[in-house]
């Protein structure tokens, strides 16, 4: 039987769930991390492979990373640029760069020059994609370790966040938020006492977020009732920011106060199907 040798794209799926678990119990300022969820096409994509966040709700992204496995060099011209062009479009001044064999973590200086601030080769007797798989106790070890020096420029306060709604202002957000906030958890409250699926999810969820929640929100309802409004006000605001490049965002105009959920979705779904960012267009 033909052994099977994984892609960018599986290799770039398990790193992420390794990181959440490794994120899990700790107190970081990176709190999860996530990716393009999208089929690959071909096309050329906006966002990173793999992408940090500091919060759970994954509404303030802190550092993208670019994943290729060794084939590619770490000093590869295209693979460099992609990852800078990524960054830039997502408003940081930081990038990561991985491929196995090695890490470069690229920083913005004041006049828009991007210069390497660190270099790992730790794991650099990786040469091939079978050597992924065998030395992945190796590389995993590796990672976690970057992720602990990258959380660090966070805490220096050296590095640059960006937060998916800030095309709208801090004060409309959460006008939003508190009008709506409360007529959503009553409804999550009822229903959950109905649907006992929808009970254990909510559980689930708040036992893994509930540290972050606490300090003003008072209980699982209220505080998915404000990452669902979250999730809402993040397509929006996002598909208005893109429709200067990608004419399909403008579907967003079509959504209205007679517009359901349902349909909205489907709406969101449609514009993600011409112009990729699934990661934020997704279903919550």
């Keep these: 039987m033909a052994k099977i040798v994984k892609n960018e794209r599986s290799w770039a799926i398990d790193l992420i769930s390794m990181l959440n678990i490794f994120l899990q119990n700790k107190t970081l300022n990176i709190k999860k991390v996530g990716g393009e969820a999208t089929i690959n096409t071909g096309k050329k994509t906006m966002f990173p492979d793999l992408l940090m966040y500091g919060d759970e709700s994954q509404t303030q992204i802190l ?73 992945k106790k190796d590389w995993q070890s590796l990672i976690e370790s970057i992720i602990l020096e990258i959380n660090n420029y966070f805490l220096s306060g ?12 801090d004060s409309v957000m959460d006008t939003i938020i508190s009008r709506n906030k409360v007529l959503v958890a009553n409804y999550l409250e009822t229903e959950s006492v109905k649907n006992r699926t929808l009970a254990s999810h909510l559980s689930i969820w708040w036992n893994e977020v509930k540290s972050e929640y606490l300090s003003d929100e008072p209980n699982q309802f209220t505080a998915f009732s404000k990452h669902i409004l979250l999730n809402w006000i993040n397509k929006f605001s996002f598909a208005h920011a893109i429709k200067k490049y990608h004419s399909p965002a403008f579907q967003v105009e079509s959504i209205n106060y007679s517009t359901n959920p349902q349909t909205g979705s489907l709406i969101f779904d449609e514009i993600s199907s011409k112009c990729d960012f699934y990661n934020i267009f997704k279903k919550n």
């Design 158 to 169: 050296e590095l640059k966040a960006s937060r998916l709604g800030e095309v709208i202002s």
């Design 63 to 135: 550092q993208g990373c670019e994943i290729k496995l060794p084939d590619t060099l770490i000093t590869d011209e295209e693979f460099i640029k992609d990852a800078q062009r990524k960054s830039d479009t997502l408003g940081l001044n930081s990038c990561l760069l991985w491929n196995f064999t090695s890490a470069a973590f690229y920083v913005k200086d004041e006049s828009g020059i991007y210069n390497i601030e660190k270099q790992w080769n730790d794991t650099s007797f990786i040469k091939t994609r079978e050597d992924v798989e065998q030395y």
